[in-house]
């Protein structure tokens, strides 16, 4: 019998000063990862855009923080998580080609689906695009 794996990095991170966000990225990636595999999440599904940066040093004003973004060059993790994000707590949802939208704990969110290979870094266990790739 498989047993189920936790990823809990988000928190361990404190990533976010919101534990409820916290929480809700730790169970998208429990859930993505007990699908699919660890391997796969901890190699394909990304923090992107101003989170990323903050967290590699880079400066952003987090009071203008309106979206959350994390990507993936992975299409099998992608269309995994355009079928399957409805099992989440989320509202406001809306699925596209290329790019799913969606609000938890009063943030935006929008996952993306890359056609390019990202320069990327580990943080503590957390995949982020580069800070040299982001504008």
Request: aromatic share 12%.
């Amino acid at each position: 019998m498989k047993s189920i794996v936790y990823y809990e990095k988000f928190s361990d991170n404190a990533v976010f000063t919101s534990a409820p966000l916290n929480v809700f990225f730790n169970q998208m990636f429990t859930f993505a990862i007990n699908a699919m595999s660890e391997a796969l999440i901890s190699t394909s599904l990304m923090v992107d855009g101003p989170v990323a940066k903050i967290l590699q040093g880079g400066t952003f004003n987090v009071k203008y923080l309106t979206v959350i973004n994390l990507s993936t060059q992975s299409v099998e993790l992608f269309n995994f998580l355009k079928a399957a994000i409805t099992s989440l707590n989320v509202s406001e949802l809306l699925i596209e080609d290329s790019e799913i939208t969606f609000v938890v704990e009063s943030k935006k969110v929008k996952i993306t689906l890359l056609f390019i290979e990202p320069a990327t870094v580990n943080y503590s266990g957390i995949l982020l695009r580069d800070i040299t790739e982001i504008t």
